[in-house]
């Protein structure tokens, strides 16, 4: 384990590389003996630091849930991060591009709980009963730390590379929907890039969800009632320029767009 004091420099830097809007050296270049429990440790601190500062928390991102995902960043097990109220944009939002390092698109479902998940020991049927509704969401990857040579480690500790969300769409209560067969199609100025079905996320969206918090319950945390749960990309990450239209139609279940100015 990392000692304390690199624990709190890290996520002074990662903090600083948000608010500065730059990209950081690799973290395993500079520490080769930082663990997972390390980069979960970095990114508990800039949470709680976030939290003391005054940022909302409203919920948490899981990623690399899917085999395209997990393909696209050579990258193989699920990881999480959190989201603040100020990283959730609403449908047809002008966001800004500068803001955001490396940015991407992805499609995913986002869990709105109704009720609290603890875990360990949770399951896919306690997750659809605590799940008030589902909603269409994209998320805005934002990777404070450089791409290339890129592990686990440095992805986690820069909080999952999670930038921003936007939700929209229609609310649908999960059991007046087969989740695994809820399916997008994602533009960007008005040609299909990428299109997806939700099944992608292990075999079942919900899947994801149970595993984020038998993760946090093993760690003395839970999913509490309110939160937002996105829930893992069933397409490939999508680079966004400057300028860019992106829309998502997700068919029954409607359309999510914003611009990046």
């Not at 429990?37 to 948490?60: C, H, L, M, T």
């Not at 791409?147 to 059991?175: E, Q």
């Amino acid at each position: 384990m990392l000692p304390t004091k690199d624990i709190a420099a890290i996520a002074d830097e990662l903090a600083a590389a948000e608010r500065d809007r730059r990209t950081i050296p690799l973290l395993t270049a500079r520490y080769p003996e930082m663990s997972v429990a390390d980069s979960y440790a970095v990114q508990n601190e800039w949470r709680r630091r976030g939290i003391a500062s005054g940022r909302k928390p409203v919920g948490r991102k899981i990623g690399l849930t899917s085999k395209v995902m997990q393909a696209a960043t050579g990258i193989t097990e699920p990881d999480y991060g959190a989201i603040f109220a100020d990283m959730v944009f609403e449908n047809g939002s002008v966001i800004e591009h500068g803001r955001f390092a490396n940015v991407r698109i992805e499609v995913e479902l986002a869990f709105v709980l109704g009720a609290p998940i603890d875990g360990p020991g949770a399951t896919i049927f306690d997750v659809l009963r605590a799940t008030e509704y589902v909603v269409p969401a994209l998320e805005i990857l934002s990777s404070r730390i450089e791409l290339a040579g890129r592990t686990i480690v440095d992805t986690i500790s820069d909080n999952a590379a999670m930038g921003g969300m936007v939700y929209g769409g229609n609310p649908v209560p999960p059991k007046d929907i087969d989740l695994r067969w809820v399916s997008a199609l994602l533009y960007r100025n008005e040609t299909i890039e990428e299109s997806g079905v939700a099944a992608a996320v292990l075999n079942h969206p919900a899947t994801g969800v149970a595993w984020l918090a038998n993760k946090l319950g093993a760690h003395g945390d839970r999913l509490d009632a309110g939160e937002i749960v996105l829930a893992g990309s069933f397409t490939r990450p999508l680079w966004v320029e400057k300028g860019d239209t992106i829309l998502a139609d997700y068919g029954p279940m409607g359309t999510i767009s914003c611009r990046f100015a």
